[in-house]
């Protein structure tokens, strides 16, 4: 039995979220779309996925900076992408296991992304 590659996507543009979930769903990847941090750290915390994509600019109080740096406290092995067309992280936004990628982009950048983490920060791109 192969292992279909799941991942958590955050975006709360309702376009850029269909599209991003189509493309991934494209390449055979399962996603569970989410619009606020929130519900995604809960999502986080009581099911499994190998991959996290978040916006840094979200509705509801928490950004994605947020949600980036409270998942690699709590699954530094989980590779994490970080996107936003506004926001450009500082150093030090960032925790180790993510990468920073400017909107526009394209689901090649995101795919890439993940696969540039180390091996060890990885279960499937």
């Known amino acids: 039995m192969t292992h279909t590659p799941r991942y958590l996507v955050v975006e709360d543009d309702a376009l850029l979220l269909l599209d991003l979930v189509d493309n991934l769903a494209d390449l055979g990847i399962a996603s569970v779309p989410m619009t606020r941090a929130p519900e995604a750290m ?3 915390l009581v ?8 916006d840094i600019e979200l509705a509801g109080g928490t950004n994605g900076l947020e949600l980036a740096r409270s998942c690699g ?6 590779p994490i992408v ?3 067309g ?4 500082r150093p030090g936004d960032l925790p180790p296991n993510a990468v ?4 526009p982009y394209q689901i090649s950048d ?16």
């Open 86 to 89: 506004g926001v450009r992280p």
């Open 47 to 54: 099911q499994s996925f190998d991959a996290l994509i978040t």
């Open 82 to 84: 970080v996107v936003s």
């Open 73 to 78: 406290r709590l699954r530094p092995d989980l």
């Open 42 to 44: 809960h999502r986080l």
């Open 110 to 125: 995101v795919m890439n992304a993940i696969r540039r983490q180390p091996v060890a920060h990885r279960h499937a791109a």
């Open 100 to 103: 920073f990628l400017p909107k």
